[in-house]
């Protein structure tokens, strides 16, 4: 399946990064792409998460800093959000702006879940052929095992003894000459 990702010429794939085996974003990125200011979105995050239970904060929204050069090396907060928060944040922008953004942005948390079950789905894969394989492999080296060891215990003892047997039927005696 393909995912529209291009809305007013902004990729919105660039918007979505892995954390672990989860996607995620933060409120820079929100901000950058709904054109606000960092801090407007960072007020209407703390809005969105107070209006949300305990658990449903904690599991979705990540306070975190980041040193701001322009604020002197102070401590600038933002939020990191899984797909979940990043929908309760931004469902509640408005506009026909607001609209077209939420389509591609979903389309794009899809996007990196199709891409995260891909990479498990070809590991999966992987994995069984090496385990096939293996087990091929092991198969023949024990049937070798077998077919050397009835060789060496059986049937080259028999095989030899059969050859002096027939070598020895066909000496021609001569008369008169010692054996």
């Known amino acids: 399946m393909?995912?529209?990702?291009?809305?007013?010429?902004?990729?919105?794939?660039?918007l979505v990064f892995l954390t672990g085996?989860?996607?995620s974003t933060d409120t820079f990125k929100?901000?950058?792409a709904f054109g606000k200011v960092h801090k407007d979105v960072l007020r209407k995050a703390r809005t969105?998460?107070?209006?949300c239970s305990p658990e449903f904060a904690e599991r979705n929204f990540t306070l975190c800093h980041e040193n701001n050069e322009l604020q002197n090396g102070k401590p600038q907060p933002f939020y990191q959000m899984t797909r979940d928060g990043w929908t309760m944040l931004v469902f509640s922008f408005t506009g026909?702006?607001?609209?077209?953004?939420?389509?591609?942005?979903?389309?794009?948390?899809?996007?990196?879940?199709d891409m995260i079950r891909q990479g498990v789905a070809n590991l999966e894969a992987e994995r069984n052929a090496a385990i096939l394989e293996y087990m091929?492999?092991?198969?023949?080296?024990?049937?070798?095992?077998?077919?050397?060891?009835?060789?060496?215990r059986v049937k080259k003892?028999?095989?030899?003894?059969?050859?002096?047997?027939?070598?020895q039927h066909g000496q021609i005696?001569?008369?008169?000459?010692?054996?």
Do not use: H
């Open 2 to 14: 393909t995912y529209p990702t291009v809305v007013n010429g902004m990729d919105f794939r660039d």
């Open 21 to 23: 085996t989860e996607s």
């Open 30 to 32: 929100v901000a950058k």
């Open 48 to 51: 969105v998460i107070g209006q």
């Open 96 to 113: 026909k702006a607001a609209v077209a953004f939420k389509e591609a942005y979903i389309a794009a948390f899809n996007w990196m879940a």
């Open 136 to 152: 091929k492999e092991k198969d023949v080296a024990s049937m070798s095992g077998r077919l050397l060891n009835r060789w060496g």
């Open 157 to 167: 003892p028999q095989l030899l003894a059969r050859i002096e047997r027939i070598e």
């Open 173 to 179: 005696t001569i008369p008169g000459l010692p054996q």
